[in-house]
């Protein structure tokens, strides 16, 4: 049985004393794939760190617009591989290659790294600051070590550790990344890997600026987090690992970022129900089978006031989940674990209107489930009430009367998104007001009147929350600048002579464009001598 | 025995319960001051919470006029008491009136508090970013929940849990404040928090828009920071302390600032020391001997290469050192831990070229002390010859040669600041270009042929660093605007209608001068509607 090799110090290589091996399986067909991959062991984690933080200093050195340019040749690179990656992805993942993979995924994928591309050429994103008066200037500087990315199994390519969103903003940012696959999917992510070495070779970054490990143990995943060579990491999965990383980096002093679980709670306010309550009945099934709801941002608990409005609403959903045929999950464990979180649902007061049971046949598939609980369960039961069920699974929690529904928002914890839905006119304007301080502070995005599943990549967005949603509420994974923030140092200078300043704080704007706080205000010009 | 009272859901109030009691000494005289204060229980503590709690939604909705009114008002009120100020604080802290207290300290935190009233005014600071195609709009926001500040016990002013920077940056980003005083100058945060709570019936501002404990058993201390209702954390102090309670937060994922050790390297290039040693001698010890060594950017650590200049500077600081008058320290338990520090440093190779021993008498002393230790031991020793001495103590390395000037540079851990003193020409310029890039990292502020004392309250100061000086590399404690993005959290704002959406993200700019990041471009303009 031959292995697939693991990239590490630039090279394609056998892994070291590999700790075990693991293939990857077609969800749709229940079958194992061929390819067998390699558990990496302590040489590997090891030889990546030190290839990665010496990569790290040349990096340091590189010219934004070859780093740019090394994003660019990725995109380029993932489009003239399109067919092999799209082949190897919807039979590592079960997701459809079209629209999914094709239109939708994988044009997202590139158009994140060529965002990154402009990010990183235009430099903006340093927030470059100087004041003439005292000489002090400072700026967002790369972290001096690699960022280790650890990719999700629900996106196989727009946040895959090689060529997603933390990659790509950990690499414009000026780091190198040592990518652990998430093993849903190694193969697609070794496509990416070998996109990127050839990109890394056309750019002329150092070769180590991407190492590709499949597989660790878990101990050696708090290894990686915590060891001193690393300058970061970027985990998005699941709760339970991303806790336990998050403690091994912390303890250790290191910057972990985490994108963990989310219900996404949607408030549908009585009279957007009366107005147009079968269209947003649609409008959240439809949501809600997206990627066959194996979304962060899926919609997993929607919250009404008892009335008919809402009784009709949910008439309208359970006949939507009913009707719809279930996507293939991502791989065995899904619908294990969706029977799981259906079982904390249920014991909890948690009744299913639809579905509620694994699928039988050729591929992984759960029915599209819905299920309903009375306010007063709800507040009885926040936290079980809230567990996440990773696929086509939705919660509506029937509040008695307004009060209730705003006491409800008051139970959530940290989410990514939390909608609201309001009638067109004034009719909703004061329950609207009570609510929306208290969803507030709980959510990352509020959205008017919009399920929350797309995820647009803009600077304006933020894909992050209050814990537990995220590690840290001032931050996002997606939206170029502020998601290269994550992954750097702030750094001044302080009566630091001109000719041994980076270039983005000297006098001269270094692209004639890039922004920075010049005295107090917003400029792209050259800094003007102080008197 | 009557304790003060503290300051509770905007009631001074006998503490509830407290667990004990404690007093401050004067560390001049050696004499314990004459009022008692109380150690908390978790009554007080949680009272404050909940009060706090609620203080944070009726702050997230105060006009930041109100705000920056109420920070002002601040800086107005410490004018009026500064005579009972500056002798409170001498009697607790030794620290002399003048020019220290009164010209130095207190000027600077009234600057500190108007700089942070002018941020919140502006309302700059929240990066308002708008994307007007996909109508997306985010800003940093208040966390909604109260901060905690632990201040620490050298500057009862400028650090202080009520009025001094960390409190400032809190409130100026629209968070109430629960202050813990330091136990070293309780009487002093009794007259900031008696201005403050003046400032706020003043402003209008809610009461428990800050509230003051003194003093928390260790236990209480980790509830308080790992609290739901807890918005986050700002502590300078010692690391012991604020590892601590950095495991708490962290497991509670809630954010925590800390400000913590830091030797501070100072390296002088050969050139340098053959241009002007004895200048340098001169510079380095007067910076050494500012606030008696109670800086945590007081220059611990000097690295030289082995040669005759070096020994005259060696010469030359010794003779300075041994020539000074040693200022008071803090308190009693100064002098003890830095002859622990010592001990260690001498245990691994450092001889003392002057000083070593506290010094009797009227006051809490300790001798101006110089160390040699050489390159060789240091690098055999890099993590027990860091050990910080807080207090009028420097540790002279001396390198074999230049390529162990700059290992030795690599073997420092994460500090706020470093500073690199070269020859005015370009004699030093080959071994600069060395040894910057292995120092950068390291440190959070680089200066060149300047002592690191002054952190001047400026947009492009970083008084932070890499851990574990600091517990994130990308914030800093002191500059504004960037140190009130520590207590925010990123919120966006997708399709929410008009008017629904805070001033600071709607098309009309809110203070015809706020800057925004509108579809990528800086502005001060109202948004102007996508086609």
């Known amino acids: 049985m031959s292995l697939c090799p693991v990239l590490i110090a630039g090279e394609w290589r056998a892994a070291k004393n590999p700790v075990g091996s693991f293939a990857a399986e077609d969800p749709a067909q229940k079958k194992m794939l061929p390819e067998t991959y390699p558990v990496s062991g302590a040489e590997d984690a090891e030889a990546a760190l030190v290839a990665g933080s010496a990569a790290a200093l040349e990096l340091a050195k590189a010219s934004p617009d070859v780093i740019a340019r090394f994003l660019e040749l990725c995109a380029e690179g993932i489009e003239a591989r399109a067919n092999d990656l799209i082949r190897v992805a919807a039979s590592e993942t079960g997701l459809p290659a079209e629209p999914r993979l094709k239109s939708v995924e994988l044009p997202r994928t590139t158009n994140q790294l060529r965002q990154a591309a402009k990010g990183a050429r235009e430099r903006s994103w340093c927030r470059a600051t100087i004041d003439t008066k005292l000489n002090l200037r400072s700026r967002l500087a790369p972290l001096g070590g690699p960022v280790a990315v650890l990719g999700p199994n629900n996106f196989p390519y727009a946040f895959n550790g090689v060529a997603g969103g933390d990659f790509a903003a950990a690499v414009a940012a000026g780091n190198p990344v040592i990518a652990k696959a998430n093993p849903g999917h190694p193969g697609t992510t070794r496509l990416l890997a070998e996109v990127a070495i050839e990109a890394l070779a056309g750019s002329g970054l150092p070769r180590a600026t991407l190492q590709l490990i499949y597989h660790l143990p878990e101990e050696l995943g708090h290894v990686l987090v915590a060891h001193p060579l690393l300058g970061a990491t970027a985990f998005t999965g699941s709760r339970r690992a991303g806790l336990a990383l998050k403690e091994s980096a912390d303890r250790a002093g290191k910057p972990i970022y985490l994108e963990m679980s989310s219900v996404n709670p949607v408030f549908f306010l009585p009279g957007a129900l009366r107005e147009r309550g079968p269209a947003l009945a649609a409008e959240l099934s439809s949501s809600c089978s997206l990627g066959a709801g194996q979304f962060c941002t899926n919609p997993g608990i929607g919250a009404v006031v008892a009335g008919p409005e809402s009784e009709v609403l949910i008439a309208e959903l359970a006949r939507a989940f009913a009707g719809g045929t279930p996507g293939v999950l991502l791989g065995r464990n899904v619908p294990k674990a969706i029977a799981r979180s259906l079982e904390v649902l249920v014991a909890h007061g948690a009744g299913i ?166 005295d107090g205000v917003w400029s792209e010009r050259d800094v003007v001598a102080a008197g």
Chains 1, 2 share one sequence.
């Open 353 to 518: 209107l639809c579905g509620g049971k694994e699928v039988d046949g050729s591929g992984y598939r759960f029915e599209s489930t819905l299920l309903r609980v009375s306010g007063d369960a709800f507040v009885a039961h926040p936290g079980p009430l809230q567990t996440e069920a990773f696929g086509p699974v939705h919660l509506v929690v029937v509040a008695r009367d307004a009060a209730q529904l705003v006491a409800i928002a008051a139970l959530f914890e940290g989410n990514l998104t939390g909608s609201i839905y309001a009638h067109s006119g004034t009719d909703d304007d004061a329950l609207y007001t009570e609510l929306e301080p208290v969803l507030r502070p709980r959510v990352g995005r509020l959205l008017n009147d919009k399920m929350p599943t797309g995820v647009a990549v803009s600077a304006a967005m933020s894909h992050g929350g209050p814990y537990p949603a995220t590690g840290h509420p001032g931050f996002t994974s997606v939206g170029i600048p502020a998601s290269l923030t994550r992954f750097a140092r702030l750094e001044s200078y302080d009566a630091v002579r001109p000719a041994r300043l980076p270039a983005e704080l000297r006098d001269a704007n270094p692209t004639g464009s890039m922004w920075r706080l010049i």
